[in-house]
């Protein structure tokens, strides 16, 4: 199957921009080779939909960006060390996850701490996952663990490697506080620097204090809702109000202090700031409705209206990270997904269903404008499903 696909028929389309959540006056999406080429009305797109290889319609139900897992702890390969799992991440897919953003390799069974050795690491998770692509997943992976045997020559080899996270908390550091030569280097070469925060996660790791984040200056605070135990209130509001870091929220994480964050910074007009993850995965588990768990959680306990909340798992990701999914737009990858309020729900569409806690169901996931699968394997089944004309059977024949 080519990467020629037309949605059609969607009742409403979710942009992934906060700022205007939902996409008036369209139900239709045209992809061409992986790249969304035009939204808008059905009537006004027919000759786009007579000449795609398939059109999913999308029955009146929902279609969205694909979520952005903003924390997944990938190694090398579709297989977690930490939880001794095969097929994780083609099973994040099934969760409605088309990309995820490592936060370094550090589950990697004896994972290096030389300059040599780290760089290593990073590269080779990079290339491996540049050519890897579990159900068509996008792994941006590769992102080097800081380490007090870093130099700055060494993020000059790195960058010229092509790579472009970094990830500052669990480096062979005695005092946090010795790492901000690392993270400025990391910085002044163009990698995104994602920082631990609040208590320490796993041996090896340490617990960093908002003073410590206020002197490292990292790009995003990594699990400011806790990873798995939160900073304090004050502390977390403290990164709020005197830095612009991205305020990470995650599942594996104190949901308590979730709601409290999103809340705040909904209030003080700094949305733009709020990422969704995992973290995982971790002790927590595998879970690949780390993310949708999340964006329910969040979209029923908050005063936030999901389909701004669903913004925070894709178009506010891609913004951070400079990625090419999260939005459905013209020239953005066509990464998407199609869902509605599950059986038996007490609503009758993806967002009503969010706004009560549920987990939506999906019946469509689309990776670089190429039908994945359909009726999630992990979702409850959509109320209504999406249809494929020509049929491809091999995924109707999945799922539950």
Same mark, same amino acid.
């Given at each position: 199957?080519?990467?020629?696909?037309?949605?059609?028929?969607?009742?409403?389309?979710?942009?992934?921009?906060?700022?205007?959540?939902?996409?008036?006056?369209?139900?239709?999406?045209?992809?061409?080779?992986?790249?969304?080429?035009?939204?808008?009305?059905?009537?006004?797109?027919?000759?786009?939909?007579?000449?795609?290889?398939?059109?999913?319609?999308?029955?009146?139900?929902?279609?969205?960006?694909?979520?952005?897992?903003?924390?997944?702890?990938?190694?090398?390969?579709?297989?977690?060390?930490?939880?001794?799992?095969?097929?994780?991440?083609?099973?994040?897919?099934?969760?409605?996850?088309?990309?995820?953003?490592?936060?370094?390799?550090?589950?990697?069974?004896?994972?290096?701490?030389?300059?040599?050795?780290?760089?290593?690491?990073?590269?080779?998770?990079?290339?491996?996952?540049?050519?890897?692509?579990?159900?068509?997943?996008?792994?941006?992976?590769?992102?080097?663990?800081?380490?007090?045997?870093?130099?700055?020559?060494?993020?000059?080899?790195?960058?010229?490697?092509?790579?472009?996270?970094?990830?500052?908390?669990?480096?062979?550091?005695?005092?946090?506080?010795?790492?901000?030569?690392?993270?400025?280097?990391?910085?002044?070469?163009?990698?995104?620097?994602?920082?631990?925060?609040?208590?320490?996660?796993?041996?090896?790791?340490?617990?960093?204090?908002?003073?410590?984040?206020?002197?490292?200056?990292?790009?995003?605070?990594?699990?400011?809702?806790?990873?798995?135990?939160?900073?304090?209130?004050?502390?977390?509001?403290?990164?709020?109000?005197?830095?612009?870091?991205?305020?990470?929220?995650?599942?594996?994480?104190?949901?308590?202090?979730?709601?409290?964050?999103?809340?705040?910074?909904?209030?003080?007009?700094?949305?733009?700031?709020?990422?969704?993850?995992?973290?995982?995965?971790?002790?927590?588990?595998?879970?690949?409705?780390?993310?949708?768990?999340?964006?329910?959680? *969040?979209?029923? @306990? $908050?005063?936030? +209206?999901?389909?701004?909340?669903? !913004?925070?798992? %894709? #178009?506010?990701?891609? /913004?951070?990270?400079?990625?090419?999914?999260?939005?459905?737009?013209?020239?953005?990858?066509?990464?998407?997904?199609?869902?509605?309020?599950?059986?038996?729900?007490?609503?009758?569409?993806? *967002?009503?269903? @969010? $706004?009560?806690? +549920?987990?939506?169901?999906?019946? !469509?996931?689309? %990776? #670089?404008?190429?039908? /994945?699968?359909?009726?999630?394997?992990?979702?409850?089944?959509?109320?209504?499903?999406?249809?494929?004309?020509?049929?491809?059977?091999?995924?109707?024949?999945?799922?539950?």
């Amino acid at each position: 199957m080519t990467g020629s696909i037309a949605v059609v028929g969607a009742g409403t389309i979710l942009s992934g921009d906060w700022q205007s959540p939902i996409i008036k006056d369209a139900d239709t999406v045209i992809t061409r080779d992986g790249i969304i080429t035009a939204v808008g009305r059905r009537q006004d797109l027919l000759a786009e939909i007579d000449a795609s290889s398939h059109v999913v319609d999308a029955k009146g139900t929902t279609l969205a960006p694909g979520l952005i897992d903003s924390h997944c702890h990938v190694v090398i390969g579709d297989y977690t060390p930490r939880q001794k799992t095969v097929d994780f991440l083609a099973s994040y897919v099934h969760g409605g996850i088309t990309s995820v953003v490592s936060p370094g390799e550090i589950h990697a069974p004896g994972r290096p701490s030389t300059a040599i050795g780290v760089k290593a690491l990073a590269i080779a998770a990079k290339e491996c996952f540049d050519n890897f692509h579990p159900n068509g997943m996008t792994v941006h992976a590769g992102a080097v663990v800081l380490e007090p045997t870093l130099q700055e020559k060494d993020f000059v080899d790195l960058q010229e490697a092509g790579v472009h996270l970094a990830k500052f908390g669990f480096g062979r550091y005695m005092d946090p506080a010795d790492g901000v030569d690392q993270v400025r280097w990391a910085k002044e070469h163009g990698i995104t620097v994602m920082c631990h925060s609040g208590g320490a996660s796993i041996p090896g790791s340490k617990p960093i204090t908002p003073k410590h984040l206020l002197l490292l200056a990292p790009h995003v605070c990594g699990h400011v809702n806790g990873g798995p135990t939160s900073l304090d209130e004050a502390g977390v509001d403290l990164i709020m109000d005197e830095t612009d870091m991205a305020l990470q929220l995650v599942q594996a994480g104190n949901l308590r202090s979730a709601v409290r964050i999103i809340n705040r910074a909904a209030d003080k007009g700094m949305f733009e700031r709020v990422v969704i993850g995992s973290d995982t995965p971790t002790g927590t588990g595998v879970m690949p409705l780390g993310v949708m768990k999340t964006v329910a959680e *969040l979209s029923s @306990l $908050s005063n936030v +209206d999901p389909a701004i909340v669903w !913004a925070a798992a %894709t #178009g506010n990701n891609a /913004r951070v990270w400079d990625l090419p999914a999260g939005f459905i737009a013209p020239g953005r990858a066509a990464d998407l997904v199609v869902l509605d309020a599950p059986w038996g729900s007490t609503r009758d569409d993806a *967002l009503g269903a @969010l $706004s009560v806690g +549920d987990i939506p169901g999906i019946s !469509a996931v689309i %990776t #670089g404008g190429v039908v /994945r699968t359909l009726r999630s394997r992990n979702t409850p089944q959509a109320a209504r499903a999406a249809e494929v004309t020509p049929r491809i059977e091999h995924l109707e024949a999945s799922g539950h």
